[in-house]
């Protein structure tokens, strides 16, 4: 069992009120949050993974979800093909139901393919489930999301939202590296994903790879903690972190949210829209994007993906090559909010 980091500070999630975790957030340093869902009737079910599934029942709305599917060989640790071009998953769409019942097969069963469903919108979902599940720390309109698996390893990634991740049943293993640890990393490509997010290759590889030397500096960095039910997570925007499931049965909630956020986020242009987007957030914050815009922008340290096939750059290949064109439309339909 690995040992929470003495760097990352723990509170007991009972003493936490809305006005205190407003304070918490504008440090922008993610913080473990003992107990503070304890009192759900989620969290009083967990024991059983059946009655935890026959409460999630209550809810279901008969919606069809993306699973991840992998053979046991893979050990739940959803990742690339070794040639980047592909996953060592696949994607499988079925109703809720049936996926809460293979991962339960998948539970009880030795050496099964892992099962994972993961990032579903509980109002979309599990209408009622937020309702009686309640986090008093933030507002209501904040929606969360539901991830229900197996044992499993989420690479390591960063969110543009702040979370607030809730476990439910099983356990959950963070580990945590800031968001200037970007550059030591080694991410992948940014528009060919497992789930959104650009992962690190280097903090899922082996101990000393030699494609990765940098990342020696980043190691010794990692925050590493380790959530029961009823536990939180509270974790800043731009913080990379990868997220281990250990038990056979797991279950988590979280929250995205932008609690800085002052209204909707080109040379010139672009510096107008970085002072309505960055200019007044918190100076922690600010130094995180800052962060991001040297290794993506920038590039002080070479091309950010100059450890990967050119054939692997995507968007991020020579603009010339038709990539400014694709970059400006992806930019154009963000604003749109497409």
Excluded at 214 to 234: M, N
């Amino acid at each position: 069992m690995a040992q929470d980091s003495p760097r990352l500070a723990t509170l007991d999630g009972a003493s936490i009120d809305s006005v205190r975790f407003d304070r918490l957030a504008a440090a922008c340093e993610p913080v473990v949050l003992r107990g503070l869902c304890r009192d759900w009737p989620a969290v009083a079910q967990a024991a059983v993974p059946e009655a935890l599934g026959a409460y999630l029942a209550r809810f279901d709305a008969g919606r069809s979800a993306e699973a991840f599917v992998a053979e046991p060989v893979v050990g739940g640790r959803y990742a690339y093909s070794d040639d980047l071009a592909g996953f060592n998953f696949s994607r499988e769409t079925m109703r809720f139901a049936e996926a809460l019942e293979r991962i339960f097969v998948a539970a009880r069963t030795p050496q099964s393919p892992s099962v994972y469903v993961g990032s579903l919108p509980t109002d979309a979902y599990l209408p009622g489930f937020a309702e009686e599940n309640r986090l008093s720390v933030l507002a209501g309109s904040v929606v969360p999301r539901i991830w229900i698996g197996t044992a499993s390893a989420v690479a390591c990634h960063y969110d543009t939202f702040d979370n607030i991740a809730c476990v439910v049943a099983g356990q959950r293993r963070f580990t945590l590296y800031p968001p200037d640890a970007i550059a030591n990393l080694y991410v992948g490509p940014i528009d060919h994903t497992m789930a959104g997010q650009p992962i690190s290759l280097a903090a899922s590889a082996a101990p000393g790879d030699p494609r990765y030397p940098d990342f020696a500096a980043a190691r010794p960095r990692a925050l590493t903690v380790d959530l029961a039910p009823g536990d939180a997570l509270y974790l800043p925007k731009l913080w990379w972190h990868s997220v281990e499931a250990t038990a056979p049965f797991n279950v988590l909630v979280n929250y995205w949210f932008d609690r800085f956020a002052s209204g909707p986020d080109q040379p010139y242009t672009a510096m107008l829209l970085a002072m309505i987007a960055i200019a007044e957030r918190p100076a922690p914050e600010r130094a995180a994007w800052r962060a991001f815009f040297d290794h993506y922008v920038f590039r002080p340290d070479g091309h950010p993906l100059a450890h990967l096939p050119d054939a692997q750059h995507g968007i991020l290949g020579p603009l010339r090559e038709g990539n400014y064109g694709r970059i400006r439309a992806l930019v154009m339909k963000l604003l749109r909010g497409g």
